[in-house]
Nanobody, 121 residues
Framework: QVHLVESGGGLVHPGGSLRLSCAASGFTSDIYAIAWFRQAPGKEREVVSCINNIDGTTHYSRSVKGRFTASRDDVKKTMYLQMTSLKPEDTALYLC??????????????WGQGTQVTVSS
């Protein structure tokens, strides 16, 4: 079974930076997508970024493009989300999710527990 563990969340001031990590294990195929989602009370769950494992191509939501950078370490099987220029509206529970396939057509069957990011002055 695929297992995901997020870490790196915390409290940060507006304009600050934070790096989230998602350690993954248990994949039986290299063709999978791994993504960051975020959700806040009263808001729809949103895809923040997605990486195609097979070639490392990435996709971002419009709300974070230019500020957040997703990457992965093939050896450690860890995905990162480097967040800069953080805004209060970035406050959310950030969740790591994955599924077999590609970012444009994947069912996210596996989820981590989430890590909280709070941006406040």
């Amino acid at each position: 079974q695929v297992h995901l563990v997020e870490s790196g969340g915390g409290l940060v001031h507006p304009g600050g930076s934070l790096r989230l990590s998602c350690a993954a294990s248990g994949f039986t195929s290299d063709i999978y997508a791994i993504a960051w989602f975020r959700q806040a009370p009263g808001k729809e769950r949103e895809v923040v970024s997605c990486i195609n494992n097979i070639d490392g191509t990435t996709h971002y939501s419009r709300s974070v493009k230019g500020r957040f950078t997703a990457s992965r370490d093939d050896v450690k099987k860890t995905m990162y989300l480097q967040m800069t220029s953080l805004k209060p509206e970035d406050t959310a529970l950030y969740l790591c999710a994955t599924g077999y396939g590609y970012c444009d057509a994947v069912n996210y069957h596996y989820w981590g527990q989430g890590t909280q990011v709070t941006v406040s002055s």
